[in-house]
């Protein structure tokens, strides 16, 4: 009994190199294309950073100004002088900036918009003037709205300060 060789023939080696082939180049494309948006999660995240660095910032601040007299018709040049909510309202920083107004350099490819809202919202109702408190300076709730523009678009934030 004469017993065949076993291997493969050239048709056989040609199909299973062009079968190879074609699975490399569909694993390659799915991996040049998880690689190329690697960064966008990153982006985002700092995006996120900036939006709530500022709201951190903003909530921090008095509500309405200590001194009865103050408005927030006037919105103070340096924003290390910014003491209350309001005086962000229409903030543009074309450059992230720190609380003390400084540029940050690192962070150009962001920028911020803030957007202070009076009155926001159906579910906060003005608290009546009471005779030790005849002057109400400012509504009980302001909105705060943060949007920070980066280089994959923008990304914004929402939040309410009140009066308490």
């Known amino acids: 009994m004469k017993r065949r060789q076993q291997g493969m023939t050239l048709v056989e080696l040609v199909i299973a190199i062009v079968v190879v082939s074609i699975a490399v180049t569909s694993v390659m494309g799915a991996m040049t294309t998880i690689g190329g948006r690697s960064a966008d999660p990153v ?21 309405v100004y200590p001194d009865p007299g103050a408005t927030c018709k006037t919105i103070p040049a340096s924003r290390s002088d910014y003491s209350a909510v309001c005086d962000y309202r229409a903030l543009p920083d074309t450059v992230v900036r720190n609380s003390a107004g400084d540029p940050i350099t690192e962070l150009s490819a962001y920028s911020v918009v803030v957007v202070i809202t009076e009155n926001a919202g159906t579910d906060f109702v003005p608290a009546p003037a009471t005779p030790a408190a005849p002057v109400i300076l400012a509504p009980d709730a302001l909105k705060i709205e943060v949007t920070v523009t980066s280089p994959n678009g923008p990304f914004s934030i929402t939040g309410y300060r009140t009066r308490y």
Not at 49 to 57: K, T
């Open 43 to 63: 982006v985002l995240l700092q995006a996120q950073a900036i939006a709530e660095s500022y709201m951190d910032e903003i909530s921090s601040k008095a509500f």
